[in-house]
């Protein structure tokens, strides 16, 4: 008699240790091998671009720190740039200053948590994830710091920021850029040359350049395929022109390269910061601007790159005090269209670090 | 500085290979007929010279009496930004050809816009609700639409 | 009877003599049966409690690894925590879940315990110890630790659950997979000890076998730490992909029967370890051998638990690869070296081997296993190093504009 084999459909998440969040992943499996993926979510949709609608341009900063919350200081930025664009709204130097300096140290947090979870979810008993928790913690006292909150910041407001730094804050910062590139190192010691990683990485979910530009991809995902695209360079906004940084990229666009670009990326946020910091001036942190912004009727797109992606908003104006339509073009959404080309043919081992590897935030995938 | 590419100027070029396709610009945004989006699409991404390779983003908003629907194009070679709309009448399921074959990367957005503002896509290779549950009422992100 | 009893090294701390010369002539096997389950109590209760106490020391050990605390809060240095976490798990439901073949359900993680102190009643502790001189000894702890397979399978199989279902499977392949080269070392052991019994290995052991020969020692600690199914061979369980693997639906004190022979295993590997590698109970000086005895054990479970806090996982194909095309053809090749020269350096009358031609061994193992190690890591090592230079794909320019 032969034996009759059939494919196994296993519901990954959406409580599972490896989704980020409430995700799921109807896995089509043929023993171990990945037959097909269809990807569900949802379970956060909280109807962001919704209640946007019904709050002042002000207000909808802090909706904006629920999308990515591991990343809200992009997120404000992002908006408070559609917000300025379809306004007129000028911002003044200190202020751009401050925005990049925390944007970017929300990018390395954001970095760290990402190299984190792949080392967790490739089985590294949470050794790596704690050390990186522990740098975080660092960035998130800065945080602290400039505006009380640690996850949910809310820093950023259309036309500045909320509040200028406070005294203590500069000499920690500078203690953190001086500690972090050891920490760096440090890291990339345990991970980069580690046998295992680089037999569990190496060459697994690949994604070409051509696929990932079709198919939407941004941020590190896109560039670890070797586009070098990064939308501080591309579009500088706020002071990244005045500054000097690499685009990293990878070689073959493998799991391996996305969390080498990752790793470098974070040197080059530390790069950025030490400029900003030597070339901060003094002065106002926030334009004058109407307590209700009512911006002129038409529309705007504002984006920034995120640790994600290209973060965007498109915001609609009819020239009340609130969007007419906020959308948001979220980067940890549109990465997942390339999710099942990327998954079908892998052991489900690999399902799951390919899946780490892309590095998504439900908060923003849902919105 | 990336440069967002005029409106006219696109208008003009989409004109001079597919007459009356683009019906009207202006400093940012080019119009085209909903018939048409596909074709004036295919155009934008196929064209050398306009070179959209990057769908980033479809939006639809609800004007009430009307639908527009943006999609914001880039070109990666030559760091612009290109916008068009088209504008969809009717409530009841309005409907438009999917860019899908042409930009993978409309696969789950068009998903959103039809789960959120009830906007069918046709030639969509899996048109269901993405954030909603199917048998989910009506579609939220409408100004008409309540609890 | 008592006699014999006593000379085949059953009397532990003479209970046996003891209950013996209570009762009558005709009672032999009921003194016989109490000493018996006297000594069942003994060894189970050792276990368990050095279990509870290396739960807590594992915990703690994470948690200063990974640069955070571990549990502190219930008595001195969190010392009670392995109380609170069996009031706890008792405290709990016990569901077996719908459709769950109950029999095999709960008879599962009995089997999977059972195992573990049948193994454990094997170790010489010391140098009076009493069920190790078993004669058959490995023999025993190769077939009893291969129960450990089925126990596996029972529970992910019975459970109904398709997580549990992948982690039997992967279980039963890499199990029996490893069982092969660790049984293979075991071999070689048994060669140079010239005697199964775990008891005669440590008292022929005058040098230890993991000088006499380094890759057995290698292959062992190898294949011991998949037997016990801990990263990076963790593939079983693998928390980041299947939940918990095959205890997936366990709950109550079935799944603290699980967690128990969980925790026991690198307990019992270290003891076997110490046995085989390390020379068992001997040292040196006036201090007891089973002081010595769990020194020794002591560093191994720290070893184990240093792979564990720093390793990430192997993929399942991998694991098998690392088995069949790795340790298959090392233990072979160990069991052949060692084979080849105790022909070539016993004493042709009597058989024996002495010390010098223990040396002897362990001079061309190290050098086998120098060259076999090195051979094998510059293979590797260029096979992974090789990778492209980044280079700026065309599809993208980002100054662009300044034209």
């Known amino acids: 008699m032969a034996i009759r084999t059939e494919p196994v459909t296993v519901n990954l998440g959406p409580q599972h240790p490896s989704t980020h969040g409430v995700f799921r992943l109807r896995v089509t499996f043929d023993g171990e091998v990945v037959l097909d993926v269809e990807p569900v979510f949802g379970y956060l949709h909280r109807g962001t671009e919704k209640l946007a609608e019904e709050r002042t341009y002000v207000q909808v900063v802090t909706l904006t720190d629920r999308l990515d919350y591991v990343s809200a200081m992009t997120n404000n930025l992002a908006y408070v740039r559609a917000v300025e664009k379809l306004a007129g709204i000028e911002v003044p130097e200190r202020a751009k200053y401050l925005r990049v300096i925390s944007s970017e140290l929300q990018r390395i947090a954001s970095h760290l948590i990402a190299t984190g979870f792949l080392l967790q979810e490739l089985g590294a008993f949470a050794t790596p994830l704690m050390y990186c928790f522990r740098e975080r913690e660092r960035i998130l006292e800065l945080f602290e710091m400039l505006c009380g909150a640690r996850i949910t910041v809310s820093y950023m407001r259309p036309g500045g920021v909320l509040q200028d730094a406070p005294e203590d804050f500069w000499p920690a910062l500078d203690e953190l850029v001086k500690a972090m590139p050891q920490y760096i190192e440090e890291l990339e010691g345990l991970i980069t040359s580690n046998e295992i990683v680089l037999a569990r990485t190496k060459d697994v979910g690949v994604l070409t350049a051509e696929k990932a530009i079709n198919a939407s991809v941004t941020g590190p995902m896109l560039r670890a395929t070797g586009v070098q695209w990064d939308l501080r360079k591309a579009d500088p906004h706020e002071v990244y022109d005045r500054v000097e940084f690499d685009v990293p990229i990878g070689a073959i666009g493998d799991t391996y390269d996305r969390y080498l670009v990752r790793v470098q990326e974070m040197r080059q946020s530390l790069r950025i910061i030490e400029q900003c910091v030597k070339q901060i001036p003094k002065g106002d942190i926030r334009s004058r601007t109407a307590y209700f912004i009512r911006p002129p009727v038409g529309d705007a797109y504002g984006a920034v790159e995120s640790p994600k992606g290209e973060l965007g908003f498109y915001l609609v104006s009819d020239g009340g005090i609130a969007p007419y339509r906020c959308k948001i073009r979220s980067p940890s959404f549109i990465n997942l269209t390339v999710l099942r080309d990327l998954l079908a043919g892998w052991k489900m081992a690999d399902l799951i670090i390919i899946f780490g590897s892309t590095d998504i935030v439900l908060g923003e995938v849902d919105r | ?147 | 009877m008592e006699g014999q009893a006593v000379k085949a090294g059953f009397d532990f701390l003479g209970i046996y003599g003891f209950f013996d010369g209570l009762m009558p002539e005709s009672l032999d096997w009921l003194a016989f049966l109490v000493a018996g389950f006297i000594l069942a109590f003994a060894i189970i209760n050792a276990l368990v409690v050095s279990t509870a106490v290396y739960t807590w020391f594992e915990r703690r050990a994470l948690g200063k690894f990974q640069s955070r605390l571990g549990p502190n809060r219930w008595g001195p240095f969190g010392l009670l925590q392995p109380i609170a976490d069996v009031v706890k798990f008792m405290s709990k439901e016990d569901t077996v879940p719908d459709g769950a073949d109950r029999q095999v359900f709960t008879l599962a993680p009995i089997v999977f315990v059972a195992t573990g102190f049948l193994v454990f009643a094997l170790i010489p502790l010391g140098s009076n110890d009493w069920l190790s001189r078993l004669n058959i000894g490995l023999v025993f702890i190769i077939a009893v630790t291969s129960v450990n397979t089925l126990a596996i399978f029972m529970a992910g199989w019975s459970s109904r659950n398709k997580y549990a279902m992948f982690g039997a499977m992967r279980g039963v392949a890499m199990l029996i997979s490893y069982e092969v080269p660790m049984a293979l070392a075991i071999a070689a052991v048994a060669l140079a000890s010239q005697s199964l019994s775990t008891y005669t290995v440590v008292t022929n052991q005058e040098v230890p076998f993991m000088l006499v020969m380094p890759l057995a020692f290698f292959i062992f600690v190898a294949a011991a730490s998949a037997e016990m199914s801990r990263t990076p061979f963790d593939l079983i369980e693998s928390e980041s992909e299947l939940g918990s693997g095959y205890h997936t639906e366990y709950s109550g004190m079935k799944f603290a029967l699980f967690q128990l022979a969980e925790f026991m295993a690198p307990i019992i590997v270290s003891c076997i370890v110490a046995t085989l590698f390390l020379s068992g109970w001997r040292g040196w000086g006036p201090i007891p051998g089973q002081v010595w005895f769990i020194l020794k054990a002591l560093v191994v479970l720290c070893a184990l638990l240093w792979f564990r806090a720093t390793w990430p996982r192997l993929r399942v194909d991998q694991i098998m690869e690392f088995a069949w095309k790795g340790l298959f053809p090392l233990s072979l090749l160990n069991l052949f070296a060692v084979a080849t020269e105790i022909q070539l350096l016993r004493d042709p009358v009597t058989g024996a081997l002495t010390d010098s031609d223990m040396w002897a061994m362990a001079a061309i193992n190290w050098a086998i296993t120098g060259i076999v190690f090195l051979a094998v890591s510059r293979m590797f090592a260029r096979k992974q190093l090789q990778r492209p230079l980044p280079k700026p794909s065309p599809l993208a320019n980002m100054g662009a504009e300044a034209e």
């Open chain 2, 1 to 147: 500085m990336a440069k967002a590419l005029a409106g006219t100027d696109v208008a003009r070029r989409i004109n001079e290979t597919f007459s009356g396709v683009a019906l009207e610009s202006n400093k940012t945004d080019v119009w085209v007929a909903p018939d048409d989006l596909h074709r004036a699409a295919k155009f934008l991404h196929d064209d050398k010279e306009l070179d959209c390779a990057m769908l980033l983003a479809i939006t639809a908003v609800d004007y009430v009496e009307r639908f527009e629907l943006v999609y914001h194009l880039r070109s990666m070679r030559k760091n612009h930004t290109v916008v068009i709309k088209t504008r969809l009448s009717g409530r009841e399921e309005p409907a438009i050809s999917s860019v899908t074959d042409i930009w993978q990367g409309a696969d789950l957005q068009e998903r959103e816009v039809w789960d959120l503002m009830g906007i069918r896509f046709e030639g969509h290779p899996n048109m269901k609700r993405v954030l909603l549950w199917e048998g989910f009422p009506g579609h939220p992100l409408r100004r008409d639409f309540v609890r």
